[in-house]
């Protein structure tokens, strides 16, 4: 395709319209030299310029300096020439003119005329219009779909006449043309579209995916189709409107909730749903309520997505209704307490009882509450009182046809169950790979008492349910199992690196001498996993027999001598290990030059030091990342030299063991290298990582320079390393990131900015938290915070819960602060909105100590019943010696029914 300036020609008059130049792309294109134009009235090289109006445009510029556009869709062209390439439909090149005026000064001179050739995209237009009427389907989904996507102007006509095509796929590409372009024309279309295109329902979805897509406010009209005669009319409004999740549309919508057509209230409860319109949460019951399966069901669905706790009670009556018991369970999950606990239990005893159902809803129960309180186990313990043993076998009878999600779930709940059969099955689904980390848990709870159990499962034929019950074993720590476990080290590498760690979790020294045999091992992960168990153990006669194995004649012995003997700083055999750092084999030198960095020994610098010139560069790159754990200041002139050495690995390892030093010498050497950009990434990285140890203005200002280029480790470490630097000139640049468009970088200058702390950190991500389009970003944002600390730090925490996207990450952000800022995240309880109000109450809740409950009994006389309730809540499984009176009049006084309720359960014993 041919560039804008090979489409593009410029020439210019003066005020008597001779033309004064003419450049190459007239010359080419029009077949007249310049010298033969330069000189000629424009009116002699187009003669009929007066009579196609043209002459009248041009004189309007010269006489009143306006600027003048002819459209080629009425004027075509203003010099005539051939198309350039010829085209299927027209004759003449077919221009886009803009006429300027020329000016000196105050003095219109001339005029300056701009020739665009447009012939291709006007052929590109009639030809997509010949394409969108082809019988052929996919002729018409390639020209809606290269309508939608490419820079076509005034596509939008040709969009919305596709909206009506009888094929979803070209629907499909109109829809997403007609959002990208969101003009007031295709909006205004859309909204006439259904009023009058009602009964043609593939105009009506797609004009409904199209609005609800759009920026554009359209909810006026849209109301007003609420009141519309047309009842499908006011169905299609009360979908856009919820499609569009503009809380704007809740009153209106709850007026349409008493509307004469079924189907209308229908799609209403809906559109408040996706709302998620707490005033709604009354009416919405009423419909639940009065059992109608058709309005009930959605109800119930729209009140879960709205989320108002204090709908559970009503709704829990509705479990006995064989239609709406299904939805009714789904719901208590998301908004029930520990009072919905036994009914749903209850319901697992009856013969039909929608178990997957209702076990999820238990599950999502136990979440919730794990991960607001940290009290998951309280839902645990009510469903083992309440279950009754029909309902403990339902369960058990749901195991064989359960798979995946439905299968975990079983595992969960009957984990929080007792009795032989329990634990007997939950053994068994050991050989389920969708559940089996979910029975190892189940099964680790239930202690020594399964360990019979999980002892016959060593002999299974499946080799990963046999590294399952080593696993649970293991958590078990049951010495019984030592003798069994003992026995597999002689089995496969993987069962044997899990028995060494399950060994290793018992601590029982009957596995000394079966560890001490694995040292030699071929296979080094199961040589490092007897060697981690050994360290575990912690045997008495350790030290001798780690003496004789750092001369044992099998060099992978020694290297795992070395590294034991390192671990320990054992007195006797300290020569040993500096004679190692020169064994003949590379793999022991390299641990013994590991290994000795860590003990207080004058011959540990001058050995590492020498090894940064063994011949073996994987030598070398040992000595250089030990140094980094050597004190003093003789060894900087030998990392200095390290980073010219031939290897990666020594360069990588020698720039970091300067940073873990912060050597303020090594500056200039580290600012050449992180800047070098022949040096490979890793390198740079680590000395960008470097730089940040050091800190000071000079790092910032190399480091902001870094965050430019495009390579990803280079940014990324320089975002990590200001997150290091203390001088203000580091925030900036930190600031400036965490508006970057790009995702990633956003998210590394979020973690580097709760690194860093300062003032004006915390409004920054505050503001990152509130605005960001990734959900994860947001997130990220709000645990930043958490990490801050500060009382600006919460005081932006409870600014973002007003917002329902954040609420739940702001309380366990709150909630995991500490003790030392309860009294600053009390500050929420004054809060102006009852849901920041709310959450902060959960958030103390959580906290679990005397001081946050204390504040707690100060909102049972909040004027909002729901922030009572929760504070109602949050005392009764806390329990507080100062709240019982005032519990006791909330129980007989209050005007709330729920808090009422809630209050009356706490009080009882």
């Known amino acids: 395709m041919s560039s804008q300036e090979d489409r593009i020609g410029i020439l210019t008059t003066d005020s008597e319209l001779i033309v004064r130049s003419w450049d190459p792309w007239l010359e080419r294109v029009t077949g007249i030299p310049a010298a033969e134009a330069q000189g000629q009235p424009l009116t002699g090289l187009v003669p009929d310029l007066e009579q196609r109006g043209l002459l009248a445009r041009l004189e309007r510029v010269l006489r009143e300096g306006v600027v003048e556009v002819l459209a080629p869709t009425f004027h075509h062209y203003l010099i005539p020439c051939p198309p350039q390439p010829p085209s299927r439909y027209f004759d003449r090149m077919q221009q886009r003119v803009t006429l300027a005026p020329l000016r000196e000064g105050e003095n219109i001179v001339g005029t300056l005329v701009t020739i665009e050739d447009v012939t291709g995209r006007l052929e590109q237009e009639r030809e997509l219009a010949e394409q969108l009427a082809s019988p052929d389907e996919a002729t018409r989904v390639q020209a809606a779909r290269r309508l939608a996507e490419e820079e076509v102007e005034d596509a939008e006509p040709a969009l919305l006449e596709a909206l009506a095509d009888k094929s979803w796929r070209v629907r499909s590409q109109a829809v997403n043309g007609l959002v990208r372009r969101g003009g007031d024309r295709a909006v205004a279309a859309l909204l006439r579209a259904l009023r009058e295109e009602r009964h043609d329902?593939?105009?009506?979805?797609?004009?409904?995916?199209?609005?609800?897509?759009?920026?554009?406010?359209?909810?006026?009209?849209?109301?007003?189709?609420?009141?519309?005669?047309?009842?499908?009319?006011?169905?299609?409004?009360?979908?856009?409107?919820?499609?569009?999740?503009?809380?704007?549309?809740?009153?209106?919508?709850?007026?349409?909730?008493?509307?004469?057509?079924?189907?209308?209230?229908?799609?209403?409860?809906?559109?408040?749903?996706?709302?998620?319109?707490?005033?709604?949460?009354?009416?919405?019951?009423?419909?639940?309520?009065?059992?109608?399966?058709?309005?009930?069901?959605?109800?119930?669905?729209?009140?879960?997505?709205?989320?108002?706790?204090?709908?559970?009670?009503?709704?829990?009556?509705?479990?006995?209704?064989?239609?709406?018991?299904?939805?009714?369970?789904?719901?208590?999950?998301?908004?029930?307490?520990e009072q919905a606990v036994a009914p749903l239990a209850q319901l697992l005893s009856q013969p039909d009882a929608p178990t997957a159902i209702i076990v999820q809803a238990l599950v999502t129960l136990y979440d919730r509450y794990e991960a607001r309180y940290e009290e998951g186990r309280y839902i645990a313990d009510l469903t083992r009182r309440a279950?009754?043993?029909?309902?403990?076998?339902?369960?058990?009878?749901?195991?064989?046809?359960?798979?995946?999600?439905?299968?975990?779930?079983?595992?969960?709940?009957?984990?929080?169950?007792?009795?032989?059969?329990?634990?007997?099955?939950?053994?068994?689904?050991?050989?389920?790979?969708?559940?089996?980390?979910?029975?190892?848990?189940?099964?680790?709870?239930?202690?020594?008492?399964?360990?019979?159990?999980?002892?016959?499962?060593?002999?299974?034929?499946?080799?990963?349910?046999?590294?399952?019950?080593?696993?649970?074993?293991?958590?078990?720590?049951?010495?019984?199992?030592?003798?069994?476990?003992?026995?597999?080290?002689?089995?496969?590498?993987?069962?044997?690196?899990?028995?060494?760690?399950?060994?290793?979790?018992?601590?029982d020294r009957r596995a000394f001498e079966p560890l001490l045999a694995l040292l030699g091992h071929p296979e080094a992960a199961v040589r490092q996993a007897a060697i981690s168990a050994l360290n575990s153990i912690g045997h008495p006669d350790m030290a001798a027999h780690i003496a004789q194995r750092l001369k044992d004649p099998n060099p992978w012995v020694r290297e795992s001598a070395v590294q034991i003997a390192g671990y320990f700083g054992y007195a006797n055999c300290l020569d040993q290990l500096f004679a190692a750092c020169h064994d003949e084999d590379e793999t022991v030198r390299r641990a013994a030059l590991g290994s000795i960095a860590h003990l207080d020994d004058p011959r540990v610098a001058p050995t590492l030091q020498k090894a940064l010139h063994d011949d073996r560069p994987r030598v070398r790159a040992v000595a250089a990342r030990s140094l980094g754990l050597v004190e003093g200041r003789e060894i900087l002139s030998s990392l200095l030299g390290a980073l010219q050495d031939p290897d990666l690995w020594v360069r990588y390892y020698a720039a970091r063991s300067l940073g873990q030093h912060a050597f303020p010498e090594a500056l200039d050497a580290l600012v050449r290298l992180a800047l070098d950009g022949e040096e490979v990434p890793m390198v740079r990285a680590s000395a960008v990582w470097a730089l940040g140890q050091i800190g000071g203005s000079r790092v910032a200002g190399t480091l902001a320079a870094l965050l430019e280029t495009t390579e990803k480790d280079i940014w990324q470490s320089a975002l990590e390393a200001l997150g290091q630097v203390g001088h203000p000139d580091a925030l900036p640049p930190l600031l400036a990131a965490a508006r970057s468009p790009d995702a990633e970088r956003r998210l590394g200058a979020i973690q580097a900015l709760a690194q860093r702390g300062g003032e004006g950190v915390a409004g920054a991500l505050q503001w990152v938290a509130a605005?960001?389009?990734?959900?994860?970003?947001?997130?990220?944002?709000?645990?930043?915070?958490?990490?801050?600390?500060?009382?600006?730090?919460?005081?932006?925490?409870?600014?973002?819960?007003?917002?329902?996207?954040?609420?739940?990450?702001?309380?366990?952000?709150?909630?995991?602060?500490?003790?030392?800022?309860?009294?600053?995240?009390?500050?929420g309880l004054s809060h102006l909105h009852p849901a920041v109000r709310r959450v902060t109450v959960s958030a103390l809740a959580r906290m679990k100590h005397p001081k946050a409950s204390a504040l707690l009994t100060t909102v049972l006389n909040d004027e909002d019943a729901s922030v009572r309730l929760e504070a109602v809540l949050a005392l009764r499984r806390l329990g507080s010696r100062f709240a019982g009176p005032m519990l006791a009049r909330l129980a007989h006084t209050d005007p709330d029914p729920e808090v009422r309720r809630a209050a009356q359960t706490a009080l009882q014993p």
């Open 201 to 337: 329902l593939s105009v009506l979805n797609s004009a409904i995916q199209v609005l609800a897509m759009s920026n554009l406010d359209v909810m006026t009209p849209l109301i007003e189709f609420l009141r519309a005669p047309e009842a499908d009319l006011r169905i299609y409004a009360a979908l856009t409107l919820g499609e569009r999740r503009d809380r704007r549309a809740a009153p209106a919508l709850l007026n349409a909730l008493a509307d004469p057509d079924v189907n209308v209230r229908y799609h209403v409860i809906e559109a408040l749903g996706r709302l998620r319109a707490a005033e709604a949460v009354d009416a919405l019951l009423e419909i639940a309520e009065g059992r109608d399966f058709f309005l009930a069901f959605p109800a119930l669905d729209a009140l879960t997505q709205i989320g108002d706790p204090r709908a559970a009670p009503r709704i829990v009556p509705l479990l006995t209704d064989p239609l709406l018991r299904t939805a009714a369970a789904e719901a208590l999950g998301q908004l029930g307490d």
């Open 387 to 507: 279950l009754q043993p029909v309902g403990v076998q339902n369960l058990l009878d749901a195991l064989p046809a359960a798979h995946g999600d439905e299968l975990r779930n079983l595992a969960r709940v009957l984990g929080w169950l007792e009795g032989e059969a329990v634990e007997r099955a939950l053994t068994h689904l050991l050989g389920r790979p969708d559940a089996r980390a979910e029975v190892v848990q189940a099964l680790v709870r239930f202690g020594r008492r399964v360990t019979h159990l999980l002892l016959a499962q060593l002999a299974a034929d499946d080799r990963e349910t046999r590294q399952a019950a080593v696993m649970a074993l293991g958590r078990i720590g049951d010495p019984q199992a030592v003798p069994a476990l003992i026995d597999l080290l002689s089995g496969s590498s993987e069962l044997m690196v899990a028995t060494a760690g399950a060994l290793a979790r018992i601590g």
């Open 771 to 827: 605005t960001d389009t990734e959900a994860a970003v947001s997130q990220a944002a709000i645990e930043a915070l958490a990490r801050l600390g500060t009382p600006e730090a919460v005081a932006a925490l409870l600014s973002l819960a007003v917002d329902p996207r954040h609420r739940e990450g702001c309380m366990a952000a709150l909630a995991g602060m500490g003790v030392d800022t309860i009294e600053e995240v009390g500050r």
